[in-house]
């Protein structure tokens, strides 16, 4: 039986570079998406080959920020690949910039039918989703779940792809299990969800799950909770996770380090000015990723 202690979803050959599209934004301030992506992958010896959804000024914690959406150059931009026969071992997505650009990732999928498909699906924290969210957006999200290799929601997110009520971040494993055989069920192959906190526990929880026959079986993996919040903290975990799964670990090691390099940039993020709006500072803790290389 496949459980996230023993599932390793890939394996590195010598000193081969697996080669992951990276689907996110691009801010020029603030620490997120491929700000994190681009420098945590490439720490792992990962070939990143950016797909820009988004270029911001500086990321949506900051009252004044200006976007641009990339939606009307992307078919040309993946045409592009396709004709100089760029090959990918894996599909890396987070925030998008429209409904129209699950499209680019699905097709994605179908060009490079044997990348693996990591999905962060970036829409929302605390019960709500983010301002450049629409409904229709979070709608076509749901395309992505199915034939997803890692599904890495937080619960606001897991909530909007089920359909299921967000019930607050305090919330118990069977609530989590609900979650995970609604998301599984929509065809999911593994499931981390993310930022489960317990009143009055010191603790921060992620739940992992992976597709099999009969009872689904949810592993937990915690941590100590630090008494503050940052902003791109789950880009630095899915970012994370992904460098871990391909340094060849297994996907509970994967969670199980993306969570403790989120910890060590947090500790030492409060030296930096403005951290509160700006965000998690990882740039000092990158010898972690590389350390996984051996």
Same mark, same amino acid.
């Given at each position: ?82 004709? %100089? ?163 060849? %670990? ?5 969670? %199980? ?38």
């Amino acid at each position: 039986m496949n459980t996230a202690s023993n599932l390793h979803l890939y394996q590195r050959e010598g000193g081969y570079l697996p080669r992951v599209a990276a689907v996110h934004d691009l801010c020029g301030y603030g620490k997120c998406s491929l700000g994190v992506a681009i420098p945590v992958l490439s720490a792992a010896g990962i070939d990143v080959c950016p797909v820009p959804t988004s270029l911001f000024s500086a990321h949506t914690r900051f009252p004044k920020f200006y976007m641009h959406d990339t939606t009307p150059m992307l078919d040309e931009y993946l045409d592009a690949w396709r004709e %100089e026969g760029i090959e990918l071992d894996g599909i890396y997505s987070g925030f998008l910039g429209s409904a129209e650009q699950v499209g680019a990732i699905l097709r994605l999928y179908r060009e490079y039918p044997n990348a693996l498909r990591i999905v962060d699906p970036v829409m929302g924290d605390g019960g709500s989703k983010y301002p450049t969210y629409t409904d229709e957006m979070c709608a076509a999200m749901r395309d992505l779940v199915d034939g997803a290799d890692v599904l890495t929601p937080n619960l606001t997110e897991a909530s909007i792809l089920t359909g299921i009520p967000y019930e607050g971040q305090d919330v118990d494993v069977a609530y989590v299990t609900r979650l995970m055989d609604a998301l599984l069920g929509m065809g999911a192959k593994s499931v981390v969800i993310k930022g489960i906190v317990h009143e009055g526990e010191q603790v921060i929880r992620n739940y992992v799950a992976v597709n099999g026959e009969g009872e689904t079986q949810v592993e937990e993996v915690s941590s100590v909770l630090l008494p503050f919040m940052l902003h791109g903290t789950g880009d630095l975990f899915a970012s994370g996770l992904t460098a871990a799964i391909y340094a060849g %670990e297994s996907l509970l090691s994967s969670v %199980e380090f993306a969570g403790a390099l989120v910890r060590h940039a947090m500790q030492i993020t409060p030296d930096q000015p403005d951290y509160q709006v700006r965000g998690v500072s990882f740039e000092s803790v990158l010898g972690d990723v590389t350390a996984l290389l051996g």
